[in-house]
């Protein structure tokens, strides 16, 4: 299983296997990592599963489209050119040992 290695807010590292298929915003919930709010459930429709990407996995991931875009405008934390929302990004064999640093707030 893919693992995910999460930089939360307070600098803490957690790392955690997600199922290919599954997001990084549900692997984020389902482990109980801090820094992710989810409030939509996934539905990008909210924005509080932000998160920076590393630069390393970024040319790994399609590209956002045009309503997750829309939602990164509203982001609490700011918005970098490695934002995405965790909902959004579908966990592959590719993507085994993403790198994701969660922002200071999500609301």
């Known amino acids: 299983m893919p693992r995910i290695i999460f930089f939360q ?46 630069a390393a996995f970024l040319e790994r991931l399609p590209a956002p489209e045009d309503m997750e875009l829309e939602m990164l405008g509203g982001t609490a934390a700011e918005r970098r050119p490695n934002s995405r929302l965790g909902c959004q990004i579908a966990m592959t064999a590719e993507l085994d040992g993403l790198v994701v640093r969660l922002p200071d707030r999500q609301v």
């Open 9 to 54: 807010p307070d600098g803490q590292r957690r790392e955690v296997e997600a199922p290919v298929g599954s997001s990084v915003m549900l692997a984020a919930v389902q482990n109980n990592v801090r820094g992710i709010d989810a409030d939509c459930g996934g539905c990008c429709s909210c924005a509080t599963c932000h998160c920076y990407v590393d």
